[in-house]
């Protein structure tokens, strides 16, 4: 499916989240000016996931900070469910690559406590903390610190953080970077079970492009940087719901995979290049 070929249905709805040519440059200490992202469009729709490829530096995660309002945009805009974003998007909840949990607190407490700070009484917060561990697999661990779990499952109570409050919108840079293989299948057919439940708008990030097509509506490539633009837009043609482990398989998801990385590998080596291999 060539870029650009087949995008999804016009809604007339404003979408969760809207970018429109933005740019993103900052003041180094030599006084000099790096532009990380130029002239970047992308529109994601309330209920769409969309996946964000690219070569390491091309500015992925700093499309994603755009979108949390963690950076204002040089150029361009930044608007959110049709509103323009001023400040934090208080209507995201961000997933790091890095775990953000309190060691001195036990997972219930990680996750009730976003909870509590917007107002909800201590018992209650920490009752749906109890339910919201035991949708994700982990309801007996809720008294454990973040240094007796597994890397998966420190995974699961930093989702559950971010899904308690129930955002309109996700935000995801690397989420499951670290883990092994075989857990990063279960943690994504996991985020698409979850997913499938209320059809948030996702934003992920991820250098996987088989994690992409798999999770994702759409497939978005970034070029090289510096000043990395987009550069390709896929629709993927797979029904819902899925499976990871088995859409792998499917001749489309091999197809898309091919054509997808015919576009990205050349830009994959250019970021190679520049950041001296690491």
């Known amino acids: 499916m060539a870029a650009g070929s087949s995008a999804p249905a016009v809604s007339t709805a404003a979408p969760a989240v809207s970018l429109n040519d933005v740019q993103v440059s900052f003041r180094l200490a030599d006084d000099t000016t790096y532009t990380a992202v130029q002239r970047a469009t992308l529109d ?26 963690l950076i204002a945009p040089s150029n361009g805009t930044a608007t959110i469910f049709g509103a323009p974003l001023a400040g934090l998007n208080r209507q995201a909840g961000y997933l790091f690559q890095a775990d953000a949990l309190f060691p001195w607190k036990t997972a219930a407490e990680n996750v009730a406590i976003g909870l509590e700070i917007a107002g909800t009484p201590k018992a209650q917060a920490r009752e749906r903390a109890t339910t919201w561990l035991g949708r994700v697999g982990i309801g007996g661990f809720g008294n454990r610190y973040p240094h007796m779990l597994s890397g998966g499952q420190r995974k699961r109570v930093g989702l559950v953080q971010v899904l308690i409050r129930d955002p309109k919108i996700l935000l995801m840079d690397e989420p499951f970077g670290p883990l092994d293989a075989q857990t990063r299948q279960i943690m994504g057919n996991l985020l698409l079970d979850l997913w499938s439940a209320d059809r948030k708008a996702v934003l992920f990030v991820t250098h996987d492009l088989e994690e992409a097509i798999a999770l994702s509506d759409r497939v978005v490539i970034m070029s090289a940087g510096p000043a990395a633009r987009i550069i390709g837009n896929w629709t993927v043609p797979l029904a819902r ?13 091999h197809e898309l995979h091919r054509e997808i990385w015919e576009a990205l590998k050349d830009e994959v080596m250019k970021g190679y290049q520049q950041t001296g291999g690491g």
């Open 44 to 69: 994601v729709a309330d209920g769409e996931f969309v996946a964000i490829v690219g070569p390491t530096g091309c500015g992925k995660s700093t499309l994603l900070n755009v979108a949390a309002g």
């Open 241 to 253: 719901p899925r499976d990871i482990g088995e859409v792998k398989l499917e001749r489309a998801f």
